[in-house]
């Protein structure tokens, strides 16, 4: 019988050093200070495709799947990944300055009320048909909207103006 090659994954450990950076340990020995996760398809398959980049910016290790990990390991991960990640989910589009951009947006989301400038059109991404969408503001910050849809009547209208 042929055994399958031991998993890069059997062995490892991650751990925090005393300045909060990931330390990564290979069953080899090789170690790894600053490690930094990086998920491949952020959007479409959070969960799969997640690669721990050494300071040099080198893949130090690939994780074809977050549930492949111990739960220590991947509780460290999605610490940093919380951090790295921060996109806001719009629940409410309270108002807008006006409908040509660019114009700033007065928006209720899952952190809280902020403003966002919406640059041009095109700063608005449909992501699976015309409902699941990603806005970028003109500081750099996306937002999500899941499913437009499920938007209040008049979040919904006013977004409808920019689509």
Known sequence: MIEA?????????????????????????????GVTPVRAFPIEAPLEGLSLIAADGKEALWVSRMADLQPEHR????????????????????????????????????????????????????????????ITGQDGVQYRIPDSNKLDRHSRKLLERFL
Do not use: Y
């Open 5 to 33: 090659p031991p998993s890069p994954l059997s062995g490892m450990q991650l751990t925090r050093n005393a300045h909060g950076r990931l330390v990564l340990t290979l069953a080899n020995g090789n170690v790894f200070e």
């Open 75 to 134: 509780q460290l991960i999605e610490q940093d990944l919380a951090v790295r990640e921060f996109i806001p989910t719009i629940e409410h589009i309270l108002k807008v300055s006006s409908f040509s951009t660019p114009s700033t947006w007065d928006l209720q989301t899952d952190r809280g009320p902020t403003q966002m400038v919406l640059k041009a059109e095109e700063d608005i991404r449909k992501l699976a048909g015309r409902t699941k969408l990603q």
